[in-house]
């Protein structure tokens, strides 16, 4: 029997908000896994990362319980997932800090400046952004990271006019993979928003949220070659992907 939302914790939050993501992410785990694969040959052995767009802590969480001695930082502006990514990300102590920023403000990254990171990890957040906005945090990005410091973006890009076919058929694998999940129980992503509500801690950031956020429609959608183009301008040395599922790639870049 499903327990009532005033009795689950941000940690049971965090685990629909899984079971929520990976109904709209096929094979959502095995971007993790590359991303820890690439931390792991790639970083010092303790590396220091970056959560980009941390959500409610997704990554911040594997990197943090995968890897000792890791250190993350892990940024969001959405003040209900900051909540729960402060609050499941403290059973780790010290080795995880939660910023509250908005990588859309130019000079966002002026927060980060006393720490040194070796990788920027982030997951199904920067298609939010406008192209503009996505050539600014790459910017910005690229100048506070040192030589040899990786970035990887782990993220929809889908398919334009020039590829019908892989439109087509990664429109109806997600349909697929959307419609096994929520059969089997996961949230669609309001009735995941209807759960946190219900909780007192979080329901009053709620208005807050829809505040924040009240001026940001959809942006269009920057295709692979935007993103590859958007890094070398930024000043990364080498750009390429790391992993791909139809229209969902993990994008690697080098300082």
């Not at 590396?47 to 409610?56: E, F, I, Q, S």
């Not at 076919?165 to 429109?171: A, M, Y």
């Not at 009240?214 to 930024?234: M, N, V």
Request: hydrophobic share 45%; with cysteine; glycine share 6%.
């Amino acid at each position: 029997m499903t327990a009532p939302a005033t009795f689950l914790s941000p940690r049971d939050l965090l685990a629909r908000w899984e079971e929520q993501q990976s109904a709209y992410v096929a094979h959502r785990e095995n971007r993790f896994e590359v991303m820890l694969d690439i931390l792991r040959l790639h970083s010092p052995a303790e590396p220091t990362v970056l959560d980009l767009a941390c959500g409610p802590g997704s990554i911040s969480d594997r990197v943090l319980a995968r890897l000792p001695g890791s250190r993350v930082v892990a940024a969001d502006y959405d003040p209900v997932l900051v909540r729960i990514a402060q609050t499941v990300l403290a059973e780790y102590g010290d080795r995880a800090t939660v910023l509250d920023t908005d990588i859309a403000a130019p000079g966002w990254a002026d927060v980060l400046a006393r720490h040194r990171f070796d990788a920027v990890l982030t997951s199904t957040a920067l298609h939010w952004l406008s192209p503009r906005q996505l050539l600014g945090v790459y910017t910005e990005l690229a100048a506070i990271l040192p030589p040899g410091a990786v970035l990887l973006n782990a993220d929809h890009l889908r398919f334009g006019a020039e590829h019908p076919t892989l439109r087509e058929v990664s429109e109806r694998h997600e349909k697929r993979v959307q419609e096994a999940a929520f059969a089997g129980g996961a949230c669609t992503w309001d009735e995941w928003w209807a759960l946190a509500g219900r909780l007192p801690d979080l329901a009053g950031l709620l208005a807050e949220r829809e505040r924040r956020f009240a001026d940001r429609p959809p942006q269009p959608l920057a295709p692979l070659a935007f993103h590859l183009a958007a890094l070398q301008t930024a000043g990364f040395t080498e750009v390429g992907t790391a992993w791909q599922y139809l229209d969902d790639y993990v994008v690697f870049a080098r300082r």
